[in-house]
């Protein structure tokens, strides 16, 4: 993926994820923007972009052009994650895609189509629509979701399925930094200082300690959840998705990652560290 940035109307940029498989296809969509003044992040497929999302990345909007093939889970995840309107863009062949896609997504008012062939001004009029929308029908609630938890930051509430879990303020906040780093290492220092405050001390850090140790037992994440919390040692902790091989159970993947110490967390540290 890669980034470039415009002024917009406003006098900053729209950041837009652009999500199209076709290279010539994605950088001519890009240099649309561009001339509209968006600022824009491409990603090769859905995953990728819904990769981002659960990193943290925030965008103004998303645009994804309809491929071949089942696109249902992946759009139900992108809006789940964020609050971003979503702008489909259709191909002559993909027109019949929409048939498949979930009526009540559509109708949502976050989401609408265009065709590839229409004009920049038609592509800057249903931006426009999606924002107005956004904003005389704001979602209800804040719900933010991996897998089968989700997290209502409205009311400070974590639901596992249809399982409501108690969590302490300062542990949702632990674990929803946590969710929104998946598959990262984040610090220690940055834990503490993030939530503490002031620089970190290591003999004051029994608390975060006991903390962490809250978030995983309360929301399951040393079972076979479907996400597992590790300790890495001496540098902090992380959140991974478990995602089993052939003939493997989840917890047999957990198990794994038990044994095999940091794995491509650590490699990924300083992105989350000091």
Known sequence: MSTQQHPGSAGRPFLTAVVDDDDLRRNAL??????????????????????????????????????????????K???????????????????GILSDIDKSLLNSGRVDVVPL?????????????????????????????WGP???????????????????????FELALEFFRHTNFLVTRERLYTEFWGGSFD??????????????????????GSGFFLRSVYGRGYA???????????????AQMLRSFGTGGAEERASSYGR
């Open 117 to 145: 062939s229409c004009s920049d001004r038609e592509i800057e009029w249903r931006f426009q629509l999606l924002m107005q929308r956004k904003t005389l029908f704001p979602l209800s609630g804040d719900d933010l979701t």
């Open 239 to 253: 959140l991974n998705e478990v995602v089993p091989h052939a003939g493997q159970t989840t917890e047999d993947a």
């Open 30 to 75: 890009r240099q649309r923007l561009d001339r509209l003044g968006h600022a824009s992040l491409v990603f090769e497929s859905s995953e990728d972009l819904i990769a981002a999302l659960r990193a943290g990345r925030e965008f103004e909007w998303m645009m994804v052009v309809l491929q071949a093939g089942s696109l249902q889970v992946q759009l």
């Open 77 to 95: 995840t992108m809006l789940g994650l964020s609050r971003a309107p979503l702008l489909l863009v259709a191909l002559e062949d993909s027109v």
């Open 202 to 223: 290591s003999s004051k850090s029994r608390r975060l300690d006991v903390c962490v140790s809250n978030v995983r037992r309360k929301l399951d994440l040393d079972s």
């Open 149 to 171: 938890y989700r997290f209502d930051k409205g009311r400070r509430t974590v639901w596992i399925n249809e399982r409501r879990v108690a969590l302490k303020p300062l542990e």
